[in-house]
């Protein structure tokens, strides 16, 4: 059995972009602001414990923005899933 042996991995929530939306609040990117780097509604994206969003692109992922508040029991309820 392999075991990771370097530093803890950091943990994700995937959505698509119009569930990150939902969960858009006061104080993080706007909608259009979001729209402007890329995002769409079926765009595949990913948030971190510390509320970093990223952006699936085709070889890689981009940092567009972050959460701020209590994002997490938002993005639970959105999506129904926990960090992996």
Known sequence: MYEELSQPKTQFI???????LRVVTEGGPTPAELARVGLKDDSIVRVNRQGDIELR????WDVIGGLIGDFEDRIKRETGLDWV
């Open 57 to 60: 692109r085709p070889d890689r």
């Open 14 to 20: 995937e959505m698509l972009g119009r569930q990150l």
